[in-house]
């Protein structure tokens, strides 16, 4: 079982819909990484967050520690937004410095 | 443009034959990790090395091997490749690692035929 849990796995909306990509994980971690694929297959760290809330632009991303959940909001979306979002994390214990990844979420932003 | 270099950034090849997967880290970061991603597992973490030493790792297939050089660029070596080899192989890196963001290269997409 994956221990990063993403939801919902495909979303599609209109222009300016306000959007948001939902997260959550298993055990402790460090840290959790939004990350951003578009079609070509490259991918962009958009935020890495240990505790409450960062903002970049249009992306909000939020963490609760102690439920366990993430966030990933976009304002005024655009067609341009369209691309995968993934949630990573990196565990809390000793071992792997590697990230756990999330199945991702599939957003098409419509015109 | 992150900054992570990976090459070559196609490559098709034949099963039972080795390849070679090569990545340079942005200037300064000493952390380089290695990830698969397939249509059926999603992203993976492979291997991780932290100033030219072993740190970790995760679902690496015996088959499989890194290393990282004095320069801090990174290889990953597949031998006898099977078609479910076939993915994109990513190579991050980071300053430091632990919790420190990382910096992804724009992957190698590996074709087994």
């Known amino acids: 079982k994956n221990e990063v849990e993403q939801s919902p796995q495909n979303l599609t909306a209109q222009e300016g819909e306000f959007i948001t990509i939902n997260c959550s994980y298993s055990?402790?971690?460090?840290?959790l990484h939004w990350l951003q694929q578009h079609p070509g297959g490259g991918i962009v760290s958009l935020f890495m967050?240990?505790?409450g809330k960062k903002k970049h632009g249009r992306l909000i991303a939020t963490i609760n520690i102690q439920e366990k959940h993430s966030s990933l909001h976009i304002t005024a979306s655009h067609p341009r937004d369209s691309a995968v979002y993934i949630c990573a994390a990196k565990g809390s214990g000793g071992g792997a410095d590697g990230l756990t990844f999330g199945k991702g979420t599939h957003l098409i932003i419509q015109p | 443009d992150s900054g992570v270099t990976q090459t070559p950034k196609h490559l098709i090849t034949a099963t039972g034959q080795r390849v070679t997967l090569r990545c340079s880290p942005r200037s300064g970061d000493l952390s380089v990790y290695w990830y698969q991603q397939s249509l059926d597992q999603g992203l993976q973490f492979l291997i991780q090395?932290?100033?030219?030493?072993?740190?970790a790792k995760g679902n690496i297939l015996e088959r499989f091997s890194a290393q990282q050089f004095p320069d801090l660029h990174s290889e990953l070596n597949l031998s006898s490749l099977e078609l479910g080899d076939s993915a994109l192989y990513f190579c991050a890196s980071s300053v430091v690692g632990g919790s420190t963001e990382a910096f992804f290269g724009q992957g190698t997409r590996l074709t087994v035929v």
């Open positions: 055990v402790g971690i460090s840290a």
């Open positions: 090395y932290y100033n030219g030493e072993e740190r």
């Open positions: 967050l240990s505790s």
